[in-house]
């Protein structure tokens, strides 16, 4: 996952997410990652989420 924190507008945005060919849990890693944003938002003081691919919105809803 490559992602920045611009503070000024407190926004997380990822700029790209790479999965592996061989991920079979696919909802058990959205479960994890979700709940990784939500806390990786809080830590750099950001409250939106942003990303410049829709099909990663499934994926990256923080909790």
């Known amino acids: 996952m490559d992602c920045k924190a611009d503070w000024k507008?407190?926004?997380l945005n990822i700029r790209s997410l790479h999965l592996e060919s061989s991920l079979r849990k696919v909802d058990e890693f959205r479960v994890a990652l979700s709940a990784m944003l939500g806390d990786f938002m809080r830590f750099n003081g950001c409250e939106t989420l942003n990303s410049r691919r829709?099909?990663?919105?499934p994926l990256i809803t923080p909790a």
């Open 9 to 11: 507008t407190e926004t």
């Open 54 to 57: 829709d099909n990663l919105t």
